[in-house]
């Protein structure tokens, strides 16, 4: 499990409209890696495109490599679902499937495929993610209550549950704490770390002290202007961006001088 | 247009071809039962959209091809003359019809329209609509029955009052009917069934009114009709008056309100005498009568497309002006 | 009062003084009252008026001949004259103009709710006693003929026959139609919301649904009879055992699909629209290809609006008549076959009681029964349309919690 992840000269598009431009990136698997930067910097874009999941919108595509491990995530003949069941994502609002219950949204990924399994198994597996999440206690004893009823944490950390179900080689989150107030935003954090023994993880967060806290590398996004691609200015260790940054707009942006 | 079977794969063709392929790559074993599944899913979806675009070709194709008997017969050859004598009286008739449920129709509907949105009890106003639009459900059948046999009997001393006083008129002229079912019966019945159409266009259109032009209008000290004629007629011109065109498109294609109410008759100017008949009445009336591919029939299916392209221009209309008005409220 | 203050304020600007005294000018004595309270009028002003406009009215009805109708319409147009009359006089013209529009929207108002409650009192008060004769839900009109109906009306024997055979015929029409409309229009919605990227084609579909929206329903059943005759003339060319008459239910059964696909795409659209776009990408990061989650997330969070809408399209063509009446035409016994023989339906059996009585010399046993008919027909409707708005709101899924 875990795999790495090595972006060479990687640009996005929107149709004719370049959002991200050459992001040159490795990132090591069982680590936590945070995009920090302004917004509509394209960190978000660039991070939906880690697992394909930017094509939802139409006309959007990429140039360049994209290495899963030795694997090209766009090569040729890549189903972007495949993709998408190795590199799971957590959103930033929470959103457990209204119409399931918390036991049938974390076997969403097996469910929804049509996977036969026995209630052992299945037992087994919400078990084991829930743990995973932090959740199981909170949970155990409503596991058929509809997933909507928990609070946004507890919705955030079903979610999360949900991608851990299906075992991914990566988890990528987009400002997953955004939506949380700051109690549910320390149990996010906690579960992180937790997750990094395991999982390659990215996430993207607008709170610095969150970047600090839970990663081990960080890259800073930002871009030059309204309609100019969004660029990776610098990527370095957290604690190297945050305490001696090697660019100007690095420091003037962890320094809170801007964004 | 993009083939929806590719959604996924706009990518796809930004694949450089002299991309270094990787000896294996450990994505593309893929199952290929869950591609299909994807396949024919989209193409199921697909065909379905087109079926619907190639039905309505049918619909145009089908009455042109059976109407041919009513403007040609083999000894004769083109009588489109006298298809058209046939024809101008019931096209004049549903007019007639449709434009009184209008006249009668609109400022109603449009009154209900602003009590919904503006005048009445936040709390009420959504059950105020459900109640209006409950017009809508009664079957027209039934509003031909009431038609036929409440509101035609009820306006006969009207007829008969506009006729002793209005009868120089010629919209007055003529023996009232002693039944009360007239032309002008027909319209009112129409009026009724289209009012919840116009009501809940307008209604939507009046509740869309920006709050912010609405509040600039009351802080300035206007009343409240000041503030409506401000700030919501303006914003909502277009949208009443495409509602008043479908609503006029759904008159004009009614068929059993005024089959039951009017006692058709030859085409004459007089609202309160019976007499006049529209297409659809006539194609109710006499198609159950007319013997398969006799001219007859022909000649009811022809009349039977001529208000299909009528009812089409009127509702194309509509449809612009409310994609037009789309537009601009959009930029907005 | 302001009236006369504005009088006099312009007065004196257009003084003798001339401009030296505009330095004086107070613009809020032209703009505004003196006091907060002083454009208010007692709260029973609108009483006082409503009883006098309906004493004048009463008076003024008389005076032709007095009835109900007539009382109401003096009465409400009394009333909007006398208080725009009473608020000019008391406050402003601007309050009097409010004050009679706002009237007049809610005068239109009542007057719509008129047809709707007459409709409903005329069909209910003449139909249920057509509706409690024995055996109308059970008895078709086989041997029911003007002898019969005579009896009724001059020996005042019970009133027989009955619309059971409309109710099957009814029955079988609508369902077969919505057999056919449902998958096709909750395809092309599923096409136009989740696999169409606004390119021209689905342009065209959206335009045409809705210009199928407006299609006469008569002209759809003349569709649906030449349709049928020629698919029928074509088969039995080649020798196909086929009915020679196009005239049966399932011909019926397509003319109403014409009517109820643009209804069923139009409100499945909106709902599919509804469903938030997180839950599909949700469903994406997990693997899961779009055909599944628009199978298994999609339509299960919007199936109850998908319910609502496709009953309320149900509702709205079991009520047709002219599509029926010329495609499958009418019929006085009980035919299970939609793909032999005539077959009559609810609003068609309504239609030709009234139109041709059974006994044209005795036509108030055929009116009892099309009313009782009508009456049944109207509780059919409502409650599908009831029924729509219970699932509606009450399956609709819970919120997400933000």
């Known amino acids: ?259 | 247009m993009t083939s929806p079977g590719e959604s996924h794969s706009p990518a796809k063709a930004t694949e450089p071809s002299n991309r270094q392929e990787p000896s294996h790559n450990a994505l593309t074993t893929s199952d290929s039962g869950g591609v299909m599944g994807d396949r024919v899913f989209s193409g199921l979806a697909l065909l379905a959209g087109v079926a619907i675009l190639i039905t309505l070709a049918f619909v145009a194709i089908f009455l042109s091809f059976n109407s041919v008997g009513a403007v040609y017969r083999e000894e004769e050859g083109l009588i489109l003359r006298q298809f058209l004598e046939y024809a101008y009286p019931l096209v004049i008739g549903t007019l007639i019809a449709s434009l009184i449920a209008l006249v009668l129709a609109t400022p109603v509907a449009v009154g209900v329209a602003l009590y919904i949105s503006h005048f009445s009890p936040p709390r009420l106003s959504k059950s105020i609509g459900y109640l209006i639009d409950l017009l809508a459900a009664i079957p027209s059948v039934v509003y031909g029955a009431w038609g036929m046999s409440f509101l035609g009997p009820a306006l006969v001393p009207v007829y008969g009052w506009l006729h002793q006083h209005l009868g120089f008129i010629p919209l007055f002229a003529g023996n009232p009917s002693q039944t009360g079912r007239t032309i002008f019966t027909a319209g009112v019945v129409l009026g009724v069934m289209i009012l919840p159409i116009i009501t809940s266009v307008c209604r939507e259109i009046f509740i869309q009114t920006p709050k912010l032009h609405e509040e600039a209008a009351l802080a300035l000290g206007a009343t409240r009709w000041e503030m409506i004629t401000m700030a919501v007629f303006p914003f909502a011109r277009a949208g009443i008056i495409s509602g008043v065109m479908l609503g006029l498109g759904r008159a004009l294609g009614e068929t059993m309100a005024v089959a039951l109410v009017l006692s058709p008759g030859l085409l004459t100017a007089s609202l309160i005498s019976s007499g006049n008949s529209t297409i659809p009445a006539e194609i109710a009336l006499g198609f159950p009568e007319a013997p398969p591919g006799s001219e007859r029939q022909a000649q009811l299916i022809a009349i039977g497309l001529v208000l299909f392209v009528i009812t089409l221009i009127v509702n194309m209309t509509a449809r612009w002006i409310v994609n037009r008005h789309k537009d601009f409220s959009g930029a907005n | 009062m302001s009236q006369t203050q504005q009088q006099l304020t312009s007065a004196s600007v257009e003084g003798p003084a001339g401009p030296a005294r505009q330095n004086d000018f107070d613009p809020s004595s032209i703009l505004r009252p003196t006091s907060l309270t002083q454009n208010r009028m007692p709260w029973w002003t609108g009483l006082a008026v409503l009883a006098v406009s309906a004493l004048f009215g009463a008076a003024l009805s008389s005076l032709i001949s007095f009835n109900f109708a007539l009382w109401f319409v003096f009465t409400a147009v009394l009333y909007v004259m006398i208080s725009y009359a009473v608020t000019r006089a008391k406050v402003n013209r601007r309050q009097a103009r409010d004050k009679m529009w706002k009237n007049l929207v809610y005068l239109a108002f009542i007057i719509a709710l008129l047809p709707l409650f007459s409709v409903i009192w005329s069909v209910t008060s003449i139909g249920i006693p057509g509706l409690l004769e024995p055996g109308f839900l059970a008895s078709d009109m086989q041997g029911i003929d003007g002898t019969t109906d005579q009896r009724s009306q001059e020996e005042g024997a019970p009133v027989l026959g009955g619309i059971r055979h409309a109710l099957v015929g009814s029955l079988l029409i609508t369902l077969t139609a919505t057999f056919i409309s449902v998958p096709i229009g909750l395809m092309t919605s599923i096409y136009l919301v989740e696999y169409a990227r606004g390119g021209k084609l689905s342009r065209a579909i959206t335009f045409f649904v809705d210009v199928m929206t407006g299609i006469p329903s008569i002209v759809a059943g003349l569709f649906g009879a030449a349709a049928m005759g020629w698919f029928l003339g074509v088969g039995n060319s080649l020798g196909l055992p086929l009915p020679s008459r196009s005239t049966m239910g399932i011909t019926a059964a397509i003319a109403l699909s014409v009517l109820m696909i643009p209804v069923v795409v139009r409100t499945t659209e909106e709902m599919l629209r509804v469903v938030p776009n997180e839950l599909r990408e949700a469903s994406y990061a997990l693997g899961v290809r779009k055909w599944r989650t628009i199978l298994k997330v999609v339509i299960p969070t919007a199936i109850s609006g998908i319910a609502a809408g496709v009953t309320l399209a149900i509702a709205r063509v079991i009520g047709e008549t002219a599509p029926i009446l010329v495609t499958a035409g009418f019929v006085v016994s009980n035919n299970w076959n939609l793909f032999q023989g005539w077959m009559t339906a609810l609003p068609v059996y309504i239609f030709r009681q009234f139109q041709n009585p059974t006994s044209p010399n005795f036509s108030d046993p055929s009116h009892q029964r099309a009313w009782a008919a009508a009456l049944v027909l109207i509780i059919i409707v409502m409650g599908l349309n009831l029924t729509a708005r219970i699932i509606a709101t009450i399956f609709a899924p819970k919120k997400t919690g933000r």
């Not at chain 1, 990132?27 to 890696?33: D, L, N």
């Not at chain 1, 999941?53 to 360049?64: D, I, N, T, Y």
């Not at chain 1, 990924?109 to 919400?126: E, P, T, W």
């Not at chain 1, 299906?166 to 992180?192: F, G, R």
């Open chain 1, 1 to 259: 499990m875990s795999k790495s992840i090595t972006a060479k000269d990687l640009n996005v598009y929107y149709g004719d409209f370049l959002a991200v431009e050459g992001v040159n990136i490795e990132i090591a698997a069982r680590s936590v890696t945070a995009f920090i930067g302004p917004s509509g910097c394209g960190k978000t874009t660039f991070l939906r495109s880690l697992n394909r999941m930017h094509e939802v919108l139409p006309g959007a595509r990429v140039e360049g490599q994209l290495l899963l491990d030795d694997d090209d995530i766009y090569g040729p003949g890549v189903d972007p679902v495949t993709v998408r069941s190795m590199v799971g994502m957590v959103f930033q609002r929470p959103n457990p499937f209204p119409t399931m219950s918390i036991r049938d949204n974390v076997l969403a990924g097996y469910r929804l495929n049509g996977a036969r399994m026995s209630k052992s198994q299945a037992d087994g597996i919400v078990e084991g993610a829930l743990r995973g999440a932090n959740l199981w206690n909170e949970v155990k004893d409503r596991l058929d209550k509809p997933g909507s009823g928990l609070s946004g944490g507890q919705q955030q950390r079903l979610c999360i549950a949900r991608t851990v179900a299906v075992k991914p080689e990566v988890i990528l989150m987009d400002e997953p704490c955004s939506a949380l107030d700051p109690i549910s935003t320390l149990a996010i954090e906690d579960l992180i770390s937790e997750l990094q023994k395991e999982y390659t993880i990215v996430i993207v967060t607008h709170n610095m002290q969150q970047a600090a806290r839970v990663s081990q590398k960080t890259a800073f996004f930002n871009i030059a202007g309204t309609g100019k691609p969004g660029k990776m200015i610098e990527y370095a260790e957290t604690s190297t961006i945050f305490n001696n940054p090697t660019n100007q707009q690095t420091e003037r942006y962890v320094s809170g001088k801007f964004g």
